[in-house]
């Protein structure tokens, strides 16, 4: 049978479908689940190719209460992906976890506490977020100015802020080789916008001044406002 078009665009949506859904579960436990299952389905098939009946028929009648042990132990990853999904689906809605983000900032930037913050976009930050303490909590500014309050356990890390909750602080974030003149802090928000698409928030505890790391590129001090613009359709509720 002629290989045709329909065919493309078939293997075409099916590499785009897996793409998608590797992006929605990369940087989760889910992912480390879909490598299990995809380890077992391979010893499956293989003990169905090779005549080993017991084996086949244990892993079959296995993978059937397998698959109910599964949803409940991983019911949280599969609400938090068929939530993403919705979200990628309907419209934007206002966007209050920027108004908290920002006031917590503001709040930072009053009292001069050093602070390190890393908005992901398409790069998974997990390998970054395993260096530090998995929160995955609401943010607030309340929480963000009680991480980065001087003295405590997280302070001197970086957080990673995943759509919108807080995913993990005190993680350890690439230091920049460009310019050795700055304090840690802002190499570090340097080095995470080299390797990936991140936008990295970074407060300096000796002036209080706000800026913005993208691109493997420092802005200079920014307002409020100002940093309202450049985040707008990146952070959202």
């Known amino acids: 049978m002629p290989f045709t078009w329909r065919d493309l665009l078939d293997i075409l949506l099916v590499?785009?479908?897996?793409?998608?859904?590797?992006?929605?579960?990369?940087?989760?436990?889910?992912?480390?689940?879909?490598?299990?299952?995809?380890?077992?389905?391979?010893?499956?098939?293989?003990?169905?190719?090779?005549?080993?009946?017991?084996?086949?028929?244990?892993?079959?009648?296995?993978?059937?209460?397998?698959?109910?042990?599964?949803?409940?132990?991983?019911?949280?990853?599969?609400?938090?992906?068929?939530?993403?999904?919705?979200?990628?689906?309907?419209?934007?809605?206002?966007?209050?976890?920027?108004?908290?983000?920002?006031?917590?900032?503001?709040?930072?930037?009053?009292?001069?506490?050093?602070?390190?913050?890393?908005?992901?976009?398409?790069?998974?930050?997990?390998?970054?977020?395993?260096?530090?303490?998995?929160?995955d909590a609401r943010l607030s500014a309340r929480l963000l100015v009680t991480l980065f309050y001087p003295g405590t356990p997280l302070h001197d890390g970086g957080a990673i802020l995943r759509g919108d909750r807080l995913f993990a602080a005190g993680c350890v974030f690439p230091l920049s080789e460009a310019q050795m003149g700055l304090g840690t802090r802002h190499r570090a928000a340097l080095g995470l916008s080299e390797v990936s698409d991140a936008l990295v928030i970074v407060v300096s505890e000796e002036t209080g001044a706000i800026r913005l790391a993208e691109g493997g590129r420092l802005s200079p001090p920014l307002s409020l406002e100002a940093l309202r613009e450049r985040l707008k359709g990146v952070v959202h509720a």
């Open 15 to 135: 590499a785009v479908l897996f793409y998608y859904l590797y992006r929605l579960i990369a940087g989760t436990r889910a992912l480390n689940l879909v490598r299990g299952v995809v380890v077992y389905l391979l010893v499956w098939l293989a003990s169905s190719l090779l005549g080993l009946s017991t084996l086949s028929w244990l892993l079959g009648n296995a993978a059937t209460l397998g698959a109910f042990a599964l949803i409940v132990v991983f019911q949280p990853e599969l609400r938090g992906l068929l939530e993403r999904l919705g979200r990628a689906q309907g419209p934007k809605a206002p966007s209050l976890v920027l108004e908290e983000l920002l006031l917590g900032l503001a709040r930072l930037a009053e009292r001069r506490y050093g602070a390190l913050l890393a908005l992901e976009r398409r790069t998974p930050l997990g390998e970054y977020a395993a260096t530090g303490e998995v929160l």
